[in-house]
């Protein structure tokens, strides 16, 4: 299995910058395509930003030019740089990973909180 671990979240004032980051842990030997969701309070989950195994990235429209996801292979680690955040960023961000040998099984994380408020 694959444990991953969100952190870096917290409260930021709108304009302002965060980065997350999503440690993964266990048989990362499976990991495939990873990424970001977030789901703010009683709003649909929405994805936020893909990455594959070879570098490509996906953001969603809402993100595009303001969020950057990469992922550190060597550290096993997967990030989101957030910047001119706004309230509508406010929202738990959840980590995924798809599993490269069994199709359809993917990791998730807990969730880190980010709050964008003045």
């Known amino acids: 299995q694959v444990q991953l671990v969100e952190s870096g979240g917290g409260l930021v004032q709108p304009g302002g910058s965060l980065r997350l980051s999503c440690a993964a842990s266990?048989?990362?030997?499976?990991?495939?395509?990873m990424g970001w969701y977030r789901q703010a309070p009683e709003k649909e989950r929405e994805l936020v930003a893909t990455i594959t195994s070879g570098g490509s990235t996906n953001y969603a429209d809402s993100v595009k030019g303001r969020f950057t996801i990469s992922r550190d292979n060597a550290k096993n680690t997967l990030y989101l740089q957030m910047n001119r955040l706004t309230p509508e960023d406010t929202a738990v961000y959840y980590c995924?990973?798809?599993?490269?040998?069994?199709?359809?099984?993917?990791?998730w994380g807990k969730g880190t909180l980010v709050t964008v408020s003045s």
């Open positions: 266990g048989r990362i030997f499976r990991l495939n395509d």
């Open positions: 995924y990973a798809d599993d490269l040998y069994t199709r359809g099984m993917r990791y």
